[in-house]
């Protein structure tokens, strides 16, 4: 990739919100990115597993991590799915989605400043799908709380969150999807040097449009989120 910014990366600052983590413009010119190489199969008839291995360069530097590396039921009745690993959380729109997925190189600037980028951790979540034909989705985690914006895990299970999706199509070429949820955070020290309670509050809403409902072809997607946090 190759990226141009008005301003210096290495001078970026934002007023009142600290820089963390990944949560920064890319490098001006140009970067290989990240690369990723995946994992998954099914472990039995019970159960699923997926590994994700990152590849990145930092100052110079190749590292290698693990990215998400969880397993899925597949069996457990009445539309429930327990996952449990290390994983990105399922709040918001875009922070589940791996950032390669993204249609922009940097990812918008409430995800630098809020999550870091993107947050993930070590938790277990639940969901549950109704049986209806509009799509709703119900669901919650809990987070170890080492990674931002928990930090220094206080009792080892100190970020948790819920979150509602709903959505449905509208003719063949038009579908919707909205979003709440919310993220709750107990850290005795993160990144940024706080210390104490936050609450992460998300709304988003999203319309895609595509020929013949083919989004792989082209199309066009509209999306809003809206992001506030109480510390």
């Known amino acids: ?26 490098a001006q010119g140009f970067s290989l990115g990240e690369s990723e190489i995946s994992f998954a199969a099914n472990i039995d008839e019970r159960f699923r597993g997926q590994l994700t291995l990152a590849i990145g360069v930092d100052d110079g530097e190749t590292e290698l991590a693990v990215e998400e590396a969880y397993i899925d039921t597949t069996a457990l009745p009445g539309g429930l799915t327990v996952r449990a690993g290390q994983f990105f959380s399922n709040i918001g729109y875009l922070n589940s989605h791996h950032r390669h997925t993204d249609k922009f190189f940097d990812r918008p600037l409430a995800y630098q400043a809020f999550v870091a980028n993107q947050f993930g951790d070590t938790g277990v979540q639940l969901r549950w799908v109704a049986p209806t034909d509009l799509f709703v989705e119900l669901g919650g985690e809990i987070f170890r709380g080492q990674n931002y914006p ?4 206080v009792h080892g299970a100190d970020i948790g ?16 999807l909205a979003v709440l949820s919310m993220l709750k955070s107990n850290t005795n020290g993160s990144e940024d040097g706080f210390s104490g309670d936050s609450t992460l509050y998300l709304a988003d809403a999203t319309w895609k449009w595509a020929p013949e409902g083919n989004f792989k072809d082209g199309g066009v997607t509209v999306r809003s989120e809206y992001f506030m946090v109480d510390r």
């Open 161 to 176: 969150t819920l979150f509602a999706h709903a959505g449905g199509d509208v003719g063949d070429e038009n579908s919707w």
């Open 1 to 26: 990739s190759y990226s141009d910014h008005s301003l210096d990366p290495e001078q970026y600052y934002r007023s009142g919100i600290p820089l963390v983590g990944e949560g920064v413009p890319s």
């Open 150 to 153: 928990g930090g220094e895990a």
